[in-house]
């Protein structure tokens, strides 16, 4: 049994936290794997648990079924609204996330400042997600990216100075890719 410490068994970790929370789902062995249900041995809730931690969220919200359900909500939200930005559909989920929380400004020590509210903690770290989304395209959406490779399903926000990164990972897709060319251009030969 798995402990509530569990290793992120993820392949790709430390993206924005939206595409991070896309990157609950990936290939293994060539099967769909999901962090939230049963990836690594993992319970729904431990690898919930799991999540909150790499996102640096399990200070402040539980691992428990609501905020499952409610992250589960938002994920599907944002893989829909990234896989096709022109869908009002999705943009409507994601807008439905977004309808449980706000900021409020504040005003601290160091200066003016702002602190996210939610009608029900359960949304927040949903709410989180959906809004970091909204980050991601005030910044650079072209950005946004799902790895080249035809047999991943990862997410990543490209930071190259070209913005011409195509891969998840260089050491495995990005390999992969390299490898199956020169195949095929000596099996030519």
């Known amino acids: 049994m798995a402990t509530a410490e569990a290793a992120d068994p993820r392949p790709l ?52 079924p609501s905020t499952l359900v409610h992250l589960l909500t938002a994920r599907e939200a944002i893989a829909r609204a990234v896989a096709d930005p022109a869908d009002a559909g999705a943009r409507a989920l994601v807008d439905a996330v ?44 072209e950005r946004i990216r799902k790895c080249a490779s035809a047999s991943c399903l990862l997410h990543f926000h490209d930071t190259s ?14 390999n992969r890719a390299k490898a199956s060319r020169h195949y095929a251009r000596t099996r030519e030969r």
């Open 13 to 64: 970790t430390g993206e924005p936290i939206a595409l991070d929370l896309l990157n609950t789902r990936w290939m293994q062995d060539d099967a769909p794997v999901d962090l939230f249900a049963g990836a690594a041995g993992l319970t729904r809730m431990e690898g919930l648990a799991v999540w909150l931690r790499a996102a640096g969220l399990a200070d402040r919200f539980r691992a428990d």
């Open 98 to 141: 977004l309808e449980h929380g706000r900021i409020r400004p504040t005003l601290g020590e160091e200066g003016p400042g702002e602190r996210p509210e939610f009608d029900d903690r359960s949304w927040g770290p949903a709410w989180t997600a959906a809004y970091g989304y909204l980050e991601l395209l005030r910044s650079g959406p």
């Open 161 to 174: 100075r070209g913005g011409t990164r195509r891969w998840c990972s260089m050491a495995a897709c990005g």
